[in-house]
C-alpha cells in the first residue's frame, strides 16, 4: 500500500519536473536517465521489488492490464520511453535558458 502510494506520488512528480523552474534545470534534466540507471543495477525499481503485492514486480504493468494487456517488454519500452521525453523536455528546457 504505502509503495503503491510512493510509486504514484514518483509518476506525478516526473511528470511535473518539464513545469519547474529554468533556475534548475541544469540538475533536473538527469534525474530521469538516474532512474534508468537504478533500473539497470536492480533490475528493476527497488520500490517494486519490496512490495510483494505486486505481481512479478511490474507496478506500471498492473495499472495497465485494465485498460490495456501489454508484455512485460512492451510496458519497459513503454517506460523508458516516457522518461526519455521527460528528460527531451527538461533539456529543451535547460537550453532556451541558455539562449
Not at 534534466?29 to 538516474?34: A, D, K, Q
Request: with cysteine.
Amino acid at each position: 500500500m504505502i509503495t503503491s502510494l510512493l510509486h504514484i506520488l514518483v509518476i506525478i512528480g516526473f511528470l511535473c519536473l518539464p513545469l519547474l523552474s529554468q533556475k534548475y534545470m541544469y540538475i533536473i534534466r538527469w534525474i530521469p536517465l538516474l532512474l534508468i540507471l537504478i533500473w539497470i543495477v536492480f533490475d528493476g525499481c527497488p520500490l517494486t521489488h519490496i512490495d510483494k503485492e505486486v505481481d512479478n514486480n511490474y507496478f506500471i504493468k498492473s495499472y495497465l492490464d485494465k485498460y490495456i494487456i501489454l508484455s512485460n517488454s512492451r510496458v519497459d519500452a513503454l517506460t523508458y520511453l516516457f522518461l526519455f521525453i521527460i528528460f527531451i523536455l527538461c533539456t529543451e528546457k535547460y537550453y532556451k535558458k541558455k539562449l
